[in-house]
Nanobody, 128 residues
Framework: EVQLVESGGGLVQAGGSLRLSCAASSGFTFDGYAIGWFRQAPGKGREGLSS????????VYADSVKGRFAISSDNGKNTVYLQMNNLKPEDTAVYYCAARPSVTWSSWYLHPEIYDYWGQGTQVTVSS
């Protein structure tokens, strides 16, 4: 069974930074997969933030986070990160990572409905 585990969430003041991690369960490799980061605030739909093609490092970002968030991978650890800088109260949400096989790269990878596997989420709260 594929399991994704997010970590790194927490409470931070506006202007601060957090780094989220997404790790795969034992026996599952991210090679050949797109790993996306998403968030869902109370009463809102799931929003795509960024995605990376694990192995060739193609990336895509939503306009709402471009320049503040950075996605990266550590190929040796089968882990994907989301560095979040200059956080704002409106960034408060549950953050999820997800995985699906990577084919032709495009901004389509920001769409949550195309992903097959999901983590349980980690809460990020930004205070003003």
């Amino acid at each position: 069974e594929v399991q994704l585990v997010e970590s790194g969430g927490g409470l931070v003041q506006a202007g601060g930074s957090l780094r989220l991690s997404c790790a795969a369960s034992s026996g599952f490799t991210f090679d050949g997969y797109a790993i996306g980061w998403f968030r869902q605030a109370p009463g809102k739909g799931r929003e795509g933030l960024s995605s990376i093609s694990y192995g060739d490092d193609s990336t895509v970002y939503a306009d709402s986070v471009k320049g503040r968030f950075a996605i990266s991978s550590d190929n040796g650890k089968n882990t994907v990160y989301l560095q979040m800088n200059n956080l704002k109260p409106e960034d408060t949400a549950v953050y999820y990572c997800a995985a699906r096989p990577s084919v032709t790269w495009s901004s389509w990878y920001l769409h949550p409905e195309i992903y097959d596997y999901w983590g349980q989420g980690t809460q990020v709260t930004v205070s003003s």
